[in-house]
Nanobody, 125 residues
Framework: QVQLVESGGGSVQAGGSLRLSCEAS????????MGWFRQAPGKEREVLAGIWPTSASTAYADSVKGRFTVSQDNAKNTVYLQMNSLKPEDTAIYYCAAGRSRFASRLDRRSYDYWGQGTQVTVSS
């Protein structure tokens, strides 16, 4: 089994920064596709970024490209989402996810099989 635990959510003013962490257990992240998603009230879950920890190959949604960065620490079995230049529209519950398929796509929700519990991010103006 794969278990994912997010941390680092909270409240920040517009223009500020926040770093989210996702610690995986049960399997090394090097054997997984890892991703970050968010869901705002009344909206569908939105993919933000994905990473293949084996190669550190990343992909980003247009909405966060240039502001958010995903990274990894294999020794800690953890992936991160560094969020800069935050905007009020970034307010949402943020989720970490993992997939096992070798044919997975980084920005395709269908590629992900395991999900964290979510962490709230609130950006005030």
């Amino acid at each position: 089994q794969v278990q994912l635990v997010e941390s680092g959510g909270g409240s920040v003013q517009a223009g500020g920064s926040l770093r989210l962490s996702c610690e995986a257990s049960g399997v090394p992240i090097s054997s997984l596709l890892m991703g970050w998603f968010r869901q705002a009230p009344g909206k569908e879950r939105e993919v933000l970024a994905g990473i293949w920890p084996t190669s550190a190959s990343t992909a980003y949604a247009d909405s966060v490209k240039g502001r958010f960065t995903v990274s990894q620490d294999n020794a800690k079995n953890t992936v991160y989402l560094q969020m800069n230049s935050l905007k009020p529209e970034d307010t949402a519950i943020y989720y970490c996810a993992a997939g096992r398929s070798r044919f997975a796509s980084r920005l395709d929700r269908r590629s992900y099989d395991y999900w964290g519990q979510g962490t709230q991010v609130t950006v005030s103006s």
